[in-house]
């Protein structure tokens, strides 16, 4: 399942989550968060659903930052005794990547890694662009384009992406959902079967379609950002539409009941 949107909204939990997450460690459910929020690590995410008295640990968390060090490392570490990258991100993402044993490098990296910066500026976009076009990898760390607050809608990490690939001509592999590749490494973690799976999200852009792609069953949850009329209008459409965790809760309950 997703989190943002899903457990909670900003510091407050969801109608449901809590309930919802207790009756998966009753039943023995197992389960995995999957978030392409590379800004926090999952030690953080765990902490804030605990005070709000959401008990998932550190080990059921996964964001699109660990996501792409795992890819890193298992495509291009296992062949180069040295890997370079250029990285543009938050101190979660730049920690993940020099504990992964790759070197930071700005001028010749072997690869430019990509994930949400709120520090991004020209400088960064320009050697960014720079090492690409002399033949760096590109990797954005997720795809959304907007990331939202109590501001409004602020531009994410799809949108720094768009900026590079603009200026570099080149387009990114992309890690984070919709992409399967993070959901393989979810499924990895907790041995999880696809036919009795169910991908849970409030996004169909990536939760919905990144549980499509990856072949498993979704249901979209209308806590977070998508209406129910955005819903029927969407030409992806998910297996089941849920107001909230406590409305899926109740229906999942219900229907192993029977
Ligand atoms: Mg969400």
């Keep these: 399942m997703d989190i943002d949107g899903v457990l909670?909204?900003?510091?407050t939990a969801i109608n449901g989550a809590r309930e919802f997450i207790e009756?998966?460690?009753?039943?023995?459910?197992?389960?995995?968060?999957?978030?392409?929020?590379?800004?926090?690590?999952?030690?953080?995410?765990?902490?804030?659903?605990?005070k709000m008295n959401i008990n998932i640990g550190e080990n059921n968390i996964i964001n699109s930052?660990?996501?792409?060090?795992?890819?890193?490392?298992?495509?291009?570490?296992?062949?180069?005794?040295?890997?370079?990258?250029?990285?543009?991100?938050?101190d979660g993402l730049i920690s993940l990547i020099k504990e992964s044993g790759i070197v930071l490098e700005e001028n010749n990296p072997d690869l430019v890694v990509v994930g949400w910066d709120v520090n991004f500026t020209y400088e960064k976009m320009k050697k960014a662009s720079l090492a690409i076009q002399r033949g760096a990898i590109y990797i954005g760390t997720n795809p959304d384009t907007t990331y939202p607050s109590e501001e409004g809608i602020l531009p994410g990490c799809g949108a720094i992406l768009a900026s590079i690939t603009t200026a570099s001509g080149v387009e990114p592999i992309i890690i984070g959902k919709p992409n399967p590749l993070i959901m393989e490494m979810?499924?990895?973690?907790?041995?999880?079967?696809?036919e009795k799976s169910l991908m849970i999200g409030d996004r169909i852009d990536t939760d919905i379609l990144a549980g499509r792609n990856f072949g498993i069953q979704?249901?979209?949850?209308?806590?977070?950002?998508i209406s129910k009329s955005d819903a029927t209008m969407s030409t992806i459409k998910p297996d089941y539409i849920f107001e909230d965790m406590?409305?899926?809760y109740l229906n999942l309950k219900k229907s192993r009941e029977r």
């Design 8 to 11: 909670y909204r900003g510091h």
């Design 23 to 50: 009756y998966l460690i009753e039943e023995d459910l197992k389960f995995i968060c999957v978030t392409n929020n590379s800004a926090k690590t999952p030690t953080e995410y765990s902490k804030r659903l605990n």
């Design 65 to 90: 930052g660990i996501a792409t060090v795992e890819f890193i490392k298992n495509k291009f570490l296992k062949e180069k005794e040295r890997l370079s990258a250029y990285v543009i991100g938050g």
């Design 186 to 194: 979810a499924a990895k973690r907790i041995s999880a079967k696809k």
């Design 218 to 225: 979704t249901a979209l949850v209308l806590s977070g950002v």
């Design 246 to 248: 406590m409305d899926l």
